[in-house]
């Protein structure tokens, strides 16, 4: 379960942000500020994996609490530090550069489409599970491993191969991920009513990307068919 904070001046907003994350399966709004104070104080007694900052807080702004988040945590060496996903009405190029250093996963500009933010933390999920994963196996990192870690966007941050278009990307990765055991492309092709060529090449894309992975199931004769299962 992601745990995560969320900081927002706007009481109504910062609700708002608290129900799309709950509605989220594996994660939960364990805290909710509204300053710059109060927010740092709830990272030190919540201990988020994740919080949600605005930029425009009455006391400080967000650049400057995920900078003490951080300083914080050199301090006391917790190795194991809050990401940061702002969310913001600052448009501002070189405070979108500030937040790009000061550590922050990304940068979701006000008003966004809610699908915007699922994405993001679908993608927060996978970077944090992929580096417990490192962790567990007790391992030096490859090459690989490292490209996987900072190399993967989520679907939102780049733009889709010419001939795949976004609503048909968005239609498919929805059935994915209502089929968690995987499915075929002609599965994913009936449950999204589409031609299973197209089904496919949907499928092949989420697969080269990072978001899905692809496994073979041997039956009788002829080829063996490609499954896939979308990737937290």
Known sequence: MTRVLVVDDDFMVAKLHGRYVSAMDGFTVVGVAHSGADALRAARRLRPDLVLLDIYLPDMDGIAVLRELRAAEERSGDTRSADALFITAARDAGVVRAALRAGALHYLIKPFHRSALEEQLHHVASLRNRLDALDEARQEARQEDVDRIFGTRPPGSRELPKGLAARTADLVERVLRAHPAGLSASECAEAG????????????????????????????????????????
């Open 193 to 232: 009513a589409l031609s299973r060529v197209s089904a496919r090449r949907y499928l092949e894309y989420f697969a080269e990307t990072g978001r899905a992975e692809v496994s073979l199931r041997y039956g009788g004769t002829g080829r063996p068919e490609r499954r896939y299962r979308a990737l937290s």
